[in-house]
Protein backbone atom coordinates (compact mmCIF):
# COMPACT_ATOMS: atom_id res chain seq x y z
CA UNK A 1 0.00 0.00 0.00
CA UNK A 2 2.90 2.67 1.09
CA UNK A 3 4.32 1.65 -2.27
CA UNK A 4 1.01 2.55 -3.98
CA UNK A 5 1.08 5.91 -2.55
CA UNK A 6 4.57 6.89 -2.78
CA UNK A 7 3.80 6.19 -6.76
CA UNK A 8 0.53 8.02 -6.90
CA UNK A 9 2.46 10.96 -5.04
CA UNK A 10 5.50 10.84 -7.37
CA UNK A 11 2.40 10.88 -10.34
CA UNK A 12 0.97 13.79 -8.55
CA UNK A 13 4.37 15.86 -8.90
CA UNK A 14 4.91 15.39 -12.31
CA UNK A 15 1.58 16.47 -13.33
CA UNK A 16 1.60 19.47 -11.34
CA UNK A 17 5.20 20.32 -12.95
CA UNK A 18 3.62 19.95 -16.28
CA UNK A 19 0.85 22.06 -15.17
CA UNK A 20 3.40 24.59 -13.97
CA UNK A 21 5.52 24.35 -17.42
CA UNK A 22 8.30 22.41 -15.53
CA UNK A 23 10.60 20.14 -17.29
CA UNK A 24 10.64 16.36 -16.32
CA UNK A 25 13.85 14.75 -16.38
CA UNK A 26 12.33 12.41 -19.22
CA UNK A 27 11.70 15.69 -20.85
CA UNK A 28 15.17 17.06 -20.88
CA UNK A 29 16.93 13.16 -22.17
CA UNK A 30 14.22 13.44 -25.13
CA UNK A 31 14.89 16.97 -25.95
CA UNK A 32 18.94 15.82 -25.68
CA UNK A 33 18.17 12.99 -28.42
CA UNK A 34 15.86 14.83 -30.31
CA UNK A 35 18.63 17.41 -30.59
CA UNK A 36 21.44 14.85 -31.47
CA UNK A 37 18.87 13.82 -34.02
CA UNK A 38 18.63 17.62 -35.62
CA UNK A 39 22.21 17.81 -36.09
CA UNK A 40 23.14 14.54 -37.57
CA UNK A 41 20.29 15.67 -39.99
CA UNK A 42 21.28 19.27 -40.18
CA UNK A 43 24.63 18.81 -40.78
CA UNK A 44 25.05 17.18 -44.20
CA UNK A 45 22.75 20.45 -45.77
CA UNK A 46 25.09 22.44 -44.08
CA UNK A 47 28.16 20.97 -45.67
CA UNK A 48 26.69 21.04 -48.90
CA UNK A 49 26.36 25.15 -48.38
CA UNK A 50 29.54 25.21 -47.32
CA UNK A 51 31.62 23.23 -50.07
CA UNK A 52 29.14 24.87 -52.88
CA UNK A 53 31.60 28.20 -52.01
CA UNK A 54 34.79 26.16 -51.04
CA UNK A 55 37.74 26.79 -53.61
CA UNK A 56 38.36 23.29 -55.92
CA UNK A 57 41.87 23.76 -54.71
CA UNK A 58 40.74 23.05 -51.13
CA UNK A 59 38.44 20.43 -51.82
CA UNK A 60 41.45 18.56 -53.56
CA UNK A 61 43.41 19.17 -50.97
CA UNK A 62 41.26 17.96 -47.53
CA UNK A 63 38.43 17.19 -49.30
CA UNK A 64 34.84 18.04 -48.23
CA UNK A 65 35.51 19.95 -44.86
CA UNK A 66 33.35 22.18 -42.64
CA UNK A 67 36.51 24.28 -42.48
CA UNK A 68 37.95 24.92 -45.67
CA UNK A 69 41.44 26.28 -46.28
CA UNK A 70 39.77 28.80 -49.26
CA UNK A 71 36.36 30.07 -50.12
CA UNK A 72 35.22 30.94 -53.82
CA UNK A 73 32.73 31.97 -55.58
CA UNK A 74 33.58 30.35 -58.46
CA UNK A 75 31.19 27.16 -58.35
CA UNK A 76 28.07 29.30 -58.06
CA UNK A 77 29.47 31.35 -60.80
CA UNK A 78 29.46 28.32 -62.94
CA UNK A 79 25.57 28.19 -62.18
CA UNK A 80 24.76 31.60 -62.48
CA UNK A 81 26.57 32.36 -65.74
CA UNK A 82 23.01 30.83 -67.48
CA UNK A 83 22.04 34.21 -66.48
CA UNK A 84 18.65 34.50 -68.97
CA UNK A 85 18.27 30.72 -69.17
CA UNK A 86 18.65 30.09 -65.52
CA UNK A 87 15.68 32.96 -65.20
CA UNK A 88 13.45 31.42 -67.60
CA UNK A 89 13.83 27.68 -66.05
CA UNK A 90 13.03 29.24 -62.61
CA UNK A 91 10.00 30.62 -64.01
CA UNK A 92 9.09 27.38 -65.51
CA UNK A 93 9.26 26.05 -62.37
CA UNK A 94 7.36 28.19 -60.61
CA UNK A 95 4.29 27.95 -63.25
CA UNK A 96 4.40 24.53 -62.73
CA UNK A 97 4.57 23.70 -59.27
CA UNK A 98 1.81 26.50 -58.68
CA UNK A 99 -0.80 25.31 -61.34
CA UNK A 100 -0.19 21.89 -60.78
CA UNK A 101 -0.42 22.22 -56.72
CA UNK A 102 -3.83 24.05 -57.42
CA UNK A 103 -5.07 21.75 -59.84
CA UNK A 104 -4.23 18.69 -58.34
CA UNK A 105 -5.39 20.17 -54.47
CA UNK A 106 -8.61 20.95 -55.76
CA UNK A 107 -9.39 18.21 -57.84
CA UNK A 108 -8.03 15.58 -54.71
CA UNK A 109 -10.07 17.26 -52.72
CA UNK A 110 -13.29 16.97 -54.08
CA UNK A 111 -12.54 13.22 -55.24
CA UNK A 112 -11.80 13.32 -51.08
CA UNK A 113 -15.17 14.66 -50.28
CA UNK A 114 -16.80 12.47 -52.68
CA UNK A 115 -16.28 9.00 -51.84
CA UNK A 116 -16.34 9.86 -48.04
CA UNK A 117 -20.26 10.96 -48.52
CA UNK A 118 -21.73 8.03 -46.87
CA UNK A 119 -24.92 8.49 -49.35
CA UNK A 120 -22.62 8.79 -52.39
CA UNK A 121 -23.94 5.01 -54.31
CA UNK A 122 -20.13 5.44 -56.83
CA UNK A 123 -18.08 5.76 -53.38
CA UNK A 124 -17.00 1.91 -53.25
CA UNK A 125 -16.33 1.58 -56.75
CA UNK A 126 -14.14 5.49 -56.89
CA UNK A 127 -12.45 4.05 -53.85
CA UNK A 128 -11.23 0.50 -55.21
CA UNK A 129 -10.57 2.54 -58.54
CA UNK A 130 -8.42 4.66 -56.65
CA UNK A 131 -5.87 2.29 -55.43
CA UNK A 132 -5.62 0.16 -58.53
CA UNK A 133 -2.77 2.97 -59.48
CA UNK A 134 -0.83 1.65 -56.03
CA UNK A 135 -0.85 -1.80 -57.49
CA UNK A 136 -0.82 -1.50 -61.63
CA UNK A 137 0.72 1.00 -64.22
CA UNK A 138 1.65 0.43 -67.72
CA UNK A 139 5.16 1.54 -67.69
CA UNK A 140 7.32 4.35 -68.46
CA UNK A 141 7.69 3.34 -72.35
CA UNK A 142 3.76 2.96 -72.50
CA UNK A 143 3.32 6.36 -70.88
CA UNK A 144 5.77 7.45 -73.31
CA UNK A 145 4.18 6.21 -76.57
CA UNK A 146 0.82 7.22 -75.27
CA UNK A 147 1.59 10.61 -74.10
CA UNK A 148 3.81 11.52 -77.32
CA UNK A 149 2.33 9.59 -79.82
CA UNK A 150 -1.55 9.55 -79.26
CA UNK A 151 -1.61 12.91 -77.26
CA UNK A 152 1.28 14.58 -79.58
CA UNK A 153 1.91 16.40 -76.09
CA UNK A 154 5.61 16.57 -76.61
CA UNK A 155 7.44 20.00 -75.22
CA UNK A 156 3.57 20.33 -73.47
CA UNK A 157 4.14 21.92 -69.68
CA UNK A 158 0.75 19.53 -69.47
CA UNK A 159 3.53 16.71 -68.93
CA UNK A 160 5.08 18.30 -66.33
CA UNK A 161 1.76 19.21 -64.71
CA UNK A 162 -0.41 16.34 -64.86
CA UNK A 163 1.58 13.11 -64.33
CA UNK A 164 2.33 14.27 -60.63
CA UNK A 165 -1.44 15.40 -60.13
CA UNK A 166 -3.40 12.70 -58.45
CA UNK A 167 -1.38 10.64 -56.08
CA UNK A 168 -3.97 7.83 -54.22
CA UNK A 169 -2.08 8.39 -50.80
CA UNK A 170 -2.72 12.36 -50.56
CA UNK A 171 -6.45 11.84 -51.25
CA UNK A 172 -6.48 8.98 -48.78
CA UNK A 173 -5.17 11.73 -46.27
CA UNK A 174 -7.60 14.41 -47.47
CA UNK A 175 -10.55 11.74 -47.20
CA UNK A 176 -9.39 10.88 -43.83
CA UNK A 177 -9.38 13.88 -42.87
CA UNK A 178 -12.64 14.93 -43.91
CA UNK A 179 -14.38 11.69 -41.89
CA UNK A 180 -12.51 12.31 -38.55
CA UNK A 181 -12.48 15.99 -38.66
CA UNK A 182 -15.10 17.69 -40.67
CA UNK A 183 -18.65 17.05 -38.14
CA UNK A 184 -21.32 14.78 -40.49
CA UNK A 185 -23.60 17.07 -38.56
CA UNK A 186 -22.77 20.15 -40.25
CA UNK A 187 -21.92 19.02 -43.59
CA UNK A 188 -26.11 17.59 -42.61
CA UNK A 189 -27.41 20.85 -41.76
CA UNK A 190 -25.94 22.54 -44.51
CA UNK A 191 -28.08 19.80 -46.76
CA UNK A 192 -30.83 20.73 -44.50
CA UNK A 193 -30.80 24.36 -45.29
CA UNK A 194 -31.10 24.23 -49.20
CA UNK A 195 -27.47 23.48 -50.09
CA UNK A 196 -26.46 21.00 -52.47
CA UNK A 197 -23.01 19.02 -53.13
CA UNK A 198 -21.26 21.90 -54.52
CA UNK A 199 -21.91 24.29 -52.48
CA UNK A 200 -21.87 21.82 -49.36
CA UNK A 201 -18.45 21.13 -50.71
CA UNK A 202 -17.19 24.94 -51.82
CA UNK A 203 -18.48 26.78 -48.45
CA UNK A 204 -18.36 24.08 -45.63
CA UNK A 205 -16.18 21.60 -46.08
CA UNK A 206 -13.05 23.18 -48.35
CA UNK A 207 -12.80 26.24 -45.89
CA UNK A 208 -12.18 23.66 -43.19
CA UNK A 209 -9.85 21.10 -44.50
CA UNK A 210 -6.93 24.26 -44.71
CA UNK A 211 -4.65 22.19 -42.31
CA UNK A 212 -4.92 19.00 -44.33
CA UNK A 213 -4.97 21.14 -48.00
CA UNK A 214 -1.39 22.91 -46.81
CA UNK A 215 0.14 19.55 -46.00
CA UNK A 216 -1.01 17.62 -48.81
CA UNK A 217 0.35 20.90 -51.24
CA UNK A 218 3.58 21.38 -49.16
CA UNK A 219 4.25 17.92 -50.63
CA UNK A 220 2.61 18.24 -54.03
CA UNK A 221 5.04 21.51 -54.29
CA UNK A 222 8.13 19.71 -53.23
CA UNK A 223 7.23 16.44 -55.77
CA UNK A 224 6.89 18.95 -58.57
CA UNK A 225 9.99 21.17 -57.54
CA UNK A 226 12.14 17.71 -57.59
CA UNK A 227 10.73 16.14 -60.41
CA UNK A 228 13.03 15.68 -63.38
CA UNK A 229 12.20 12.95 -64.76
CA UNK A 230 8.96 13.70 -66.95
CA UNK A 231 11.44 16.82 -68.02
CA UNK A 232 13.97 15.07 -69.56
CA UNK A 233 11.48 12.17 -71.23
CA UNK A 234 9.37 15.04 -72.52
CA UNK A 235 10.94 18.70 -73.10
CA UNK A 236 13.42 19.54 -75.60
CA UNK A 237 12.83 23.44 -75.90
CA UNK A 238 15.42 25.63 -73.96
CA UNK A 239 11.81 28.15 -73.44
CA UNK A 240 10.39 25.21 -71.38
CA UNK A 241 13.13 23.37 -69.37
CA UNK A 242 12.37 23.53 -66.12
CA UNK A 243 15.19 24.25 -63.14
CA UNK A 244 16.01 20.58 -62.60
CA UNK A 245 16.48 19.92 -66.07
CA UNK A 246 18.88 22.37 -66.86
CA UNK A 247 20.68 21.77 -63.53
CA UNK A 248 21.28 18.37 -64.98
CA UNK A 249 22.03 19.59 -68.24
CA UNK A 250 25.06 21.88 -66.34
CA UNK A 251 26.31 18.81 -64.27
CA UNK A 252 25.91 17.12 -67.75
CA UNK A 253 28.32 19.39 -69.45
CA UNK A 254 30.86 19.92 -66.83
CA UNK A 255 31.75 15.98 -66.73
CA UNK A 256 31.60 16.30 -70.75
CA UNK A 257 34.45 19.11 -70.76
CA UNK A 258 36.73 17.22 -67.98
CA UNK A 259 36.32 13.85 -68.60
CA UNK A 260 35.12 13.43 -72.06
CA UNK A 261 38.05 11.69 -74.10
CA UNK A 262 36.28 13.89 -77.68
CA UNK A 263 37.47 17.07 -75.70
CA UNK A 264 41.41 17.83 -77.08
CA UNK A 265 43.76 17.60 -74.29
CA UNK A 266 44.93 21.22 -74.70
CA UNK A 267 40.84 22.47 -74.34
CA UNK A 268 40.57 20.21 -71.66
CA UNK A 269 44.05 21.89 -69.85
CA UNK A 270 42.86 25.28 -70.60
CA UNK A 271 39.09 25.05 -69.05
CA UNK A 272 40.35 22.21 -65.97
CA UNK A 273 41.81 24.59 -63.87
CA UNK A 274 38.53 27.56 -64.16
CA UNK A 275 35.68 24.69 -63.79
CA UNK A 276 35.45 23.64 -60.76
CA UNK A 277 33.76 20.40 -60.82
CA UNK A 278 32.78 19.51 -56.98
CA UNK A 279 31.89 23.13 -55.51
CA UNK A 280 29.85 23.48 -58.87
CA UNK A 281 27.70 20.35 -58.49
CA UNK A 282 26.92 21.66 -54.56
CA UNK A 283 26.11 24.63 -55.99
CA UNK A 284 23.29 23.30 -58.12
CA UNK A 285 21.87 21.60 -55.05
CA UNK A 286 22.16 24.74 -53.45
CA UNK A 287 19.90 26.87 -56.32
CA UNK A 288 17.15 23.81 -56.01
CA UNK A 289 16.84 23.13 -52.06
CA UNK A 290 17.46 26.74 -50.92
CA UNK A 291 13.44 27.96 -52.13
CA UNK A 292 12.19 24.61 -50.36
CA UNK A 293 13.94 25.56 -47.22
CA UNK A 294 12.73 29.04 -47.16
CA UNK A 295 9.54 27.87 -47.79
CA UNK A 296 9.09 25.13 -45.44
CA UNK A 297 9.24 27.00 -41.76
CA UNK A 298 6.06 28.81 -43.13
CA UNK A 299 3.78 25.90 -43.77
CA UNK A 300 5.58 23.62 -40.58
CA UNK A 301 2.95 24.47 -38.27
CA UNK A 302 0.18 23.39 -41.16
CA UNK A 303 2.06 20.04 -42.05
CA UNK A 304 1.92 18.48 -38.70
CA UNK A 305 -1.15 19.68 -37.98
CA UNK A 306 -2.64 18.59 -41.70
CA UNK A 307 -1.39 15.00 -40.80
CA UNK A 308 -2.37 14.74 -36.74
CA UNK A 309 -5.76 16.06 -36.59
CA UNK A 310 -7.55 13.95 -38.47
CA UNK A 311 -6.24 11.02 -37.01
CA UNK A 312 -8.06 10.77 -33.75
CA UNK A 313 -11.48 11.77 -33.27
CA UNK A 314 -12.42 14.10 -30.76
Given at each position: ?9 K ?40 V??T ?5 A ?10 L ?19 G ?22 A ?27 A ?56 L ?5 C ?10 V ?20 K ?6 Q????N ?41 P ?23
Amino acid sequence: MDNVKDLKKKRKREEDNVEKGKKTLGQYILGFFLLLYTLFCALPVLLVFIVAFTSEESIAKKGFSFFPESLSMDGMHSVLKYGTQLVTSYGVTIFVVLAGTTLGLLTMSMYAYAISRPGFRLAKFLSIYLLIPMLFNGGQLAGYIVFTGYYHLKNSLLLLILPLCVTTMNVLILRTYIVNSISAELLEAAKIDGANEYLTFFRICLPLMKPSLAAVGFMMATAYWNDWQNAVLYIDKNSKKPLQLLLYNIQKNIDFLLNSNNVPQAVRDAMGGTIPKNSATMATVVVVIAPIMLAYPFFQKYFVKGLTVGSVKG
